[in-house]
Structure formats: C-alpha cells, structure tokens
C-alpha cells in the first residue's frame, strides 16, 4: 500500500502535538507489521551489543535505521518505507533515542535494547 508522507506526519502529530517532524518523503510503501518486525527483528538479534559511551541508545538506534534503509535501496524498493529514529524521553526522564515506524496498524515505537517506552514522550521523529 502506498501512502501520502503529509498523512504519517499528520498520524504523528495526532498522537504527540509537541513533536517536531521534519518534512517526509512524498509517497512511503506502508508494510504489514509482521514484515517490519521481520526487517527489524533479522538485523537487531544479537548482532550488537549495547555498552555505555561506544555502543549505546544512538549507536544501536542508527545502525538499525541504516541496516532497514539499505534493504530499501539495495532491494530497489519503489518507495521509502516509513522507519525511522525518535529522540524523547523516558518515564523516569532521562533522554533516549529509539526506533520508530508506520505500518498498516498505525504509528509505533520499537526498541531493540528492550527498554520499556511506556510514556515515552518524543521531541523529534525522524523518517
């Protein structure tokens, strides 16, 4: 399914008024969830491993982004698809980048380090 990038910004938006979202691709192939769980699910399984100041929340967050957009564009995909970073804060207020995506559900966060995102309050999302 295909899908205008002004009406995932404006998904976003419903769900966090604060949140800014840079201007997004024209057009996103919306997938199912199960196959965004399959991409991010395939290339977060023990491949890295979190540690303090070398290879934490930023570093993990973006090299998945990378691996997912490489399938992207080395699988010749005709659209984007909507997954991206969000830099926001946790619950207990400490500052956290994870992963994000648009699916056929709806708007989603996804953290691979398994911390809880339970009122998870995003400053800047990034598709």
Not at 26 to 42: A, G, L, N, S, W
Not at 74 to 96: C, M, Q, T
């Amino acid at each position: 399914m295909e899908i205008q990038g002004s009406y995932i910004t404006a998904e976003i938006r419903k769900l966090y008024k604060w949140v800014y979202v840079p201007r997004l691709d024209k057009k996103y192939y919306v997938p199912t969830r199960d196959f965004m769980m399959h991409q991010i699910i395939f290339y977060s399984k023990n491949q890295f491993k979190w540690r303090p100041d070398s290879c934490d929340c930023d570093d993990l967050t973006l090299i998945l982004c990378g691996k997912v957009k490489e399938i992207q564009c080395a699988e010749n995909w005709k659209y984007a698809v909507p997954f991206g970073i969000s830099i926001g804060k946790l619950e207990d207020g400490r500052y956290h980048m994870t992963n994000c995506f648009y699916s056929e559900n709806g708007f989603e966060f996804y953290d691979c380090q398994k911390i809880s995102l339970i009122n998870f309050k995003p400053s800047m999302i990034l598709m």
